[in-house]
């Protein structure tokens, strides 16, 4: 026997013992009596690179346990989770002082002009605003942009920002960011500032408990 050939039984017999399978030709051996419908079974052994695997997987679970259980001073998943957010919220201050355009709101200032007024309107129906805040913002899925009674704040940098970033989370309304350009979302929040105090056909309730502006009150009554 050559080297060659040596190493390739080497291998075989490795595989063999790693995969304990029943030599062909010799099934009758192992066969079960059952028989459905003509399909047997054989009664092979679980191949032993898998028990090996599963019992690793338990070693690895025992030690696993002490490390948290009795080991907890150094680690526990309250900690890891607790510097995970810590770790977060840096990378998020530091995301925000990277991208100010996204984020600072200091220089918005909403436009008064008819211009980017009925920019805004164009928009609220392009981009599908009415669909849940209706065309005269009464409101249906999403609140009354009418009155002055507010989730997230009525003036123009809380509704830009509640624009660019959405609502509270699961209630519906997106952050817009991605799909809106930022001078578009000002003339969004324009137009809505322009339309307070109007008069929509079928008003939703008021929602939230930010009043602004405080003196709309005094203008309707005017
Ligand atoms: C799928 C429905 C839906 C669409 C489309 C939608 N909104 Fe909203 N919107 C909502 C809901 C629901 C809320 C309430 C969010 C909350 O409860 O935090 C909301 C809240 C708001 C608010 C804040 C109201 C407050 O009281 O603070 C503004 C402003 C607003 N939407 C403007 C827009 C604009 C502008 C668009 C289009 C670009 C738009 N929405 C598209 C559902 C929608």
Known sequence: ?????ENISGWKRFM??????????????????HDYDGIKELDNVLPPWWLYGF???????VFYYFQVFYNSE???QAKEYESEVAKSKVEVEAYKAENPEKF?????????DDEN???GKE???S?????????DLGGSIGPNLTDNSWISGGDVKSLFNTITNGGRPGKGMIAWESTITREERIQLASYIISMQGTSPANPKAAEGDIIFPVIVEEKTEE
């Open 1 to 5: 026997m050559n080297k060659k050939t």
């Open 16 to 33: 063999k013992s790693m995969t304990k399978a029943h030599d062909l030709g010799t099934e009758e051996d192992i066969l079960l009596e």
């Open 55 to 61: 019992y690793i997987t338990i070693a690895i679970s």
């Open 74 to 76: 150094e680690y526990s």
């Open 104 to 112: 600072n709101t200091d220089n918005i200032v909403a436009f008064t």
């Open 117 to 119: 007024i009925a920019k």
């Open 123 to 125: 928009l609220f129906t």
């Open 127 to 135: 981009k599908t605003c009415f669909a849940c805040h209706l065309n």
